[in-house]
């Protein structure tokens, strides 16, 4: 392996754009190739890579001789057949954006690869690595005394536009609560230290999208209520046209021995200027003996603002990736086994909302994953 990490890029749109200048920030590493089929992103790319080759392939990239490792960020439904093409190919450490795999059907296909593939592979949840939210799982137990219910708000702008608007559709996607929301059952499941049972979900009529072409059919908000195997609850409650909040998301953990809150703003690109100066994301400790809460701003260097819109985290996350890649550390700290139970648990929000009935994660075998043991 040369001196230099050499990456390379499965597609470049506005995600994969992000990694690009996130991967700039890294000392030691490179992009060598990317395989981005859109033209125009394509040439956006180059712009933070210009050094790289763009090829026409994954099969011309794979050939591609300076290349160490992979990140992908094509759209959901192309992850899991693009894994399984490197698996046949050159298998290389993978990051891989979420979700991990779009429909219940191909859970097969997962396992075959998850007990198969030689090299290591890390699906990218960004959430975990925002500041607020890192302060906030490395203290919930200790502010908690044992965390018993965990809420977590996002309200935030509707889905953005993409190349051919593949994110309007279910089928493309895996629904809201798989594309959009399988960050928050990640981190439901990281803070609990526990796994999910059952699930009861609910969704208004959507407010976005509707009078675009092809009939949109995905949800811009709902409700899901989890119970885990441990006693605890935890509640999601998601809102995509709400936004002119003043924090993106808000998380909070409940226990005997008092609450913590992160309060972490959105993309500092959508606030208004003449609101001034963004929020900061915060962290918000409130015991209940002695009473009152205890704040606490963990500001995000300008630089690491600048290169995203998830408030530094896509860089902390490249950095524990560049370390694995280099040997550095024995396994991905967000393994196939962590991104196959988000996508599940988001698979059994959107099933609860079309049948409206509770799921139980006992009863669905699609359910069952390397991290998720149905309870009995």
């Not at 950095?319 to 967000?334: I, M, Y």
Request: overall charge negative; some cysteine; glycine content about 8%.
């Amino acid at each position: 392996m040369s001196e230099k990490i050499r990456y390379g890029m499965i597609g470049c749109g506005m995600m994969g754009q992000e990694h690009l200048r996130n991967i700039a920030l890294l000392d030691g590493a490179e992009v060598t190739v990317i395989f981005e089929p859109d033209a125009e992103m394509a040439a956006q790319a180059l712009h933070f890579a210009p050094t790289a080759k763009l090829v026409g392939s994954i099969a011309e990239a794979l050939a591609h001789e300076a290349l160490d490792c992979l990140v992908i960020t094509s759209p959901n439904f192309r992850h899991l057949e693009q894994l399984e093409e490197i698996a046949t190919t050159r298998p290389l450490p993978v990051l891989v954006e979420k979700p991990l795999f779009t429909a219940p059907d191909q859970t097969a296909r997962l396992m075959a690869f998850h007990d198969s593939y030689p090299a290591p592979v890390w699906v990218a949840m960004e959430y975990r690595y925002m500041p607020p939210i890192a302060a906030f799982l490395e203290q919930v137990q200790e502010a908690t005394g044992g965390l018993n219910m965990l809420t977590i708000r996002e309200h935030r702008f509707p889905f953005l536009f993409k190349v051919g608007n593949w994110n309007r559709f279910n089928r493309y996607t895996g629904g809201t609560f798989v594309e959009k929301c399988c960050h928050f059952f990640d981190l439901m499941r990281l803070a609990i230290g526990s796994e999910p049972v059952r699930v009861m979900a609910s969704a208004p009529p959507s407010r976005n999208h509707i009078n675009e072409e092809g009939v949109p059919d995905i949800l811009d908000a709902g409700y899901a209520i989890l119970e885990f195997a441990n006693g605890a609850r935890a509640m999601l409650e998601l809102c995509m046209y709400a936004e002119g909040s003043r924090y993106q998301e808000e998380v909070c953990a409940v226990g005997p021995k008092g609450k913590i809150e992160a309060l972490v703003p959105g993309p500092t690109r959508f606030w208004p200027d003449h609101l001034g100066a963004p929020p900061v994301p915060k962290l918000v400790i409130s015991p209940r003996n002695p009473s009152g809460p205890i704040e606490r701003e963990l500001p995000v260097p300008p630089e690491l603002l600048a290169a995203g819109d998830h408030n530094g985290s896509t860089f902390h996350q490249h950095e524990g990736f560049l370390a694995l890649v280099r040997g550095e550390r024995d396994a991905p700290e967000v393994g196939l086994a962590d991104g196959w139970a988000a996508v599940a648990i988001g698979q059994a929000v959107q099933e609860s909302i079309v049948t409206g009935q509770a799921v139980s994660f006992a009863s669905h075998p699609w359910l069952t994953t390397p991290a998720v043991v149905p309870a009995e």
